[in-house]
């Protein structure tokens, strides 16, 4: 069954897929694990972990240095758009019914639209629209939210006339940074970013996080700032004994200064305020985009 990124948000699980070519070498043993830190929350532990070292600090910068944070919310074929347009609008003015994995239902029987209509909410103008490539398959999907919890991503195929649920996030911490690439913004979880495929499959998902206290809590004197790898790094015995395992996220942690912090994620950072930005290029209300 297609890996939903909402199942991602939820169980934040790793997936095994084939490793891409990298410069950290691999040794696989099984027994790792159980010689290096572990907790259900790296939160709880990080003052127990050492700072890595210069090595491997310059190694985890050549990674990060070599994702492309920075997303473009990609028009697709605009020679189309009225086509699609007008098949987005049949199903939204109820004259075609969505198709679902194994069926098809009205849209208002879909998920949050369900319960916006059991609760007699159910207004197309209540809800914004981003109108671009979100997959790369060259045309434009349109992907619908209530700006607060969820958002619906809909194909059109040309071959059917039919219109398909492509994808779903069903949680305020995912937002979108354009063809194929999420951000996520988990709060105290820390933030990320989340490369899909075209099938809406999760690629790869790095995170970062600062953990030790609230703001309000002054008393606080130190921070632990925290990183991850994207899940196609194998990671070498030396790299391991020199993280935490965090057994709620399900991956490796290496703590870093605050200042090795700031040059790992500023990258993201830019190509965040750069996203918030280019999405509002695509972003429309019901009657902006269909009336």
């Known amino acids: 069954m297609k890996r939903k990124i909402k199942e991602l948000v939820i169980c934040i699980a790793i997936v095994s ?36 070292d210069d090595k491997l600090y310059i190694a985890i910068k050549d990674i990060y240095d070599k994702i492309d944070f920075n997303g473009d919310f990609q028009p697709g074929d605009t020679t189309k758009y009225e086509m699609y347009k007008k098949a987005y609008q049949e199903i939204l003015d109820g004259e075609k019914k969505v198709k679902l994995s194994e069926e098809e239902c009205y849209i208002w029987d879909v998920g949050g639209f369900a319960v916006d209509n059991e609760l007699g909410k159910f207004d197309k103008e209540n809800y914004s629209y981003y109108f671009f490539d979100m997959n790369g398959n060259g045309n434009p999907e349109l992907c619908i939210t209530d700006k607060a919890w969820y958002t619906y991503v809909f194909n059109y195929e040309e071959e059917s006339n039919q219109v398909t649920l492509w994808n779903e996030y069903i949680s305020d911490t995912i937002f979108f940074m354009g063809t194929q690439k999420l951000g996520f913004a988990g709060g105290w979880s820390g933030d990320g970013f989340i490369s899909i495929d075209s099938c809406g499959e999760y690629e790869y998902f790095v995170r970062f996080k600062v953990v030790g206290g609230e703001p309000y809590q002054n008393e606080i004197e130190e921070y632990g700032y925290l990183v991850s790898l994207p899940e196609y790094i194998e990671l070498s ?30 990258k993201y950072d830019e190509a965040v305020k750069n996203a918030r930005e280019k999405l509002k290029h695509v972003t429309y209300t019901y009657e902006e985009l269909f009336g």
């Open 17 to 52: 897929f084939c490793a891409l070519e990298s410069e950290v070498n691999h040794t696989d043993n099984p027994t790792i694990k159980d010689t290096v830190p572990q907790t259900e929350n790296s939160e709880e532990i990080f003052e127990e972990i050492d700072y890595i």
């Open 237 to 266: 015995d030396d790299m391991k004994n020199q993280a935490v395992y965090d057994q709620a996220d399900e991956r490796y942690y290496f703590r870093v200064t605050e200042k090795q912090y700031k040059e790992l994620t500023e």
